[in-house]
């Protein structure tokens, strides 16, 4: 049986020329990057040679990139540093947020005492800025905005630059989690006020166990792991010299096929929702992921009508994998923070959500697959024609 993955924004499968440069890298450059000698110098060539590339995508400064161990940390230091070395007393985020900036805030709020301001997002998904600017107003306490670029489960993308300059104007820092647009859009940080934001190479084709954080200069935040003077003292700890170069890879890869990938996978996209709309009677999408504008291209959260926990695993015994979102009021998982956010309560009750994400990789034959899998599947139930209210 042919595997289908459909599950890219969970993670992406390594590259060829990703895992040639890697296995190069262990095998002729284990150097320590600290150590004086060549072994060492040839090593740190190498991260620094990755750390310029990605400076150069962002148009900042090489100085302002932290190389962590993937996303989760990166938001964690930023957050957390914000408070414990900048003297944040306040952050307004989303229910939206992934739960490494989500559990981070927490930590926050219990252990340090700072005041947390949640903008719940309309049934669409979308961060009213109005209402940001009214929060900003509110108060003279030292404030960090956290809001993710681009939503994991249903894409929905906010406006990077408005919220930076709102964010800038009003003394506030910003940060945001760009975990899912890193590598899949130009981004140009010399033109978008954002002070902080994060980078995970596994989710564009890197290796897992490497990332960044980007941490503007001025704004004087200090590491969280403390130890050796790696990364100018903002993350101690021997570098993963062979990840770095990974991602280094990977990047690359990404940044001279972006037009070609982004037009393969908006196509992709295309393709899923008009056979799936076609197919699979009262199939409805979630937040903005069927709308062209302001949407991932990689991500497409659908709404099956009927309830089926197990729709994961079922598909998964047919060879495909996807992710289920989990909006599920009973069985294992509990219902996810984003989908209660954008589904009705009935919805929640009598629906089941999937997350289709996709790459350069995936092809129409490929959804094909999953449509017919899921036609077989939804021929056990009865579309009962109540009035599931969208939201
Ligand atoms: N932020 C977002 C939006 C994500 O999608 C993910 C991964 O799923 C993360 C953060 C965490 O990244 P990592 O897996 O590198 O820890």
Request: proline share 3%; hydrophobic share 35%; charged share 25%.
């Amino acid at each position: 049986m042919d595997k289908v993955y459909l599950d890219n924004a969970a993670t992406t499968p390594l590259a060829e020329e990703v895992i040639d440069a890697m296995v190069g890298t262990m095998k002729m450059n284990f150097g320590n990057p600290s150590s004086t000698h060549s072994f060492g110098q040839e090593a740190k060539i190498l991260i620094e040679n990755v750390r310029r590339q990605v400076a150069d995508y962002l148009h900042v400064s090489p100085a302002e990139i932290i190389f962590t161990s993937c996303g989760t940390e990166s938001n964690n230091m930023i957050i957390k540093s914000s408070v414990e070395h900048l003297g944040v007393e306040r952050i307004i985020s989303s229910p939206l947020e992934h739960k490494c900036v989500s559990e981070s805030i927490l930590d926050m709020k219990s252990r340090k005492g700072v005041e947390v301001n949640y903008i719940r997002p309309n049934e669409k998904g979308d961060i009213d800025l109005a209402k940001l600017e009214e929060l900003l107003k509110a108060s003279d306490k030292k404030t960090l905005v956290s809001l993710m670029h681009a939503n994991n489960e249903i894409g929905n993308i906010i406006n990077l630059k408005q919220v930076a300059q709102l964010c800038k104007e009003h003394h506030a820092l910003f940060h945001s989690d760009t975990v899912q647009t890193m590598a899949h859009m130009n981004l140009d940080f010399s033109d978008i006020p954002v002070d902080f934001a994060s980078c995970s190479a596994h989710k564009f084709h890197g290796p897992k166990g490497a990332g960044f954080a980007f941490i503007r200069k001025a704004t004087g935040l200090k590491g969280i792991i403390t130890g050796g003077p790696q990364e100018r003292s903002l993350r101690a700890g021997t570098e993963n010299v062979c990840g770095i170069v990974g991602l280094g890879k990977a990047l690359e890869l990404s940044l001279n096929h972006m037009e070609d990938y982004t037009h393969h996978m908006q196509d992709i996209k295309d393709y899923a929702i008009e056979r799936l709309s076609a197919e699979i009677e009262g199939i409805k999408f979630n937040g903005r992921s069927a709308e062209k504008e302001n949407s991932l291209y990689t991500v497409l959260s659908a709404l099956l009508p009927y309830k089926n926990p197990l729709i994961g695993l079922q598909l998964d015994m047919k060879g495909i994998a996807i992710s289920q979102g989990s909006a599920c009021s009973s069985g294992a998982s509990k219902p996810s923070m984003v989908m209660m956010m954008v589904l009705s309560e009935d919805e929640m009750d009598h629906c089941t959500p999937l997350r289709i994400s996709f790459s350069h990789m995936t092809t129409k034959a490929e959804i094909d697959t999953l449509v017919n899998a899921l036609k077989e599947i939804s021929s056990d139930y009865t579309i009962e024609k109540t009035n599931v209210e969208h939201r």
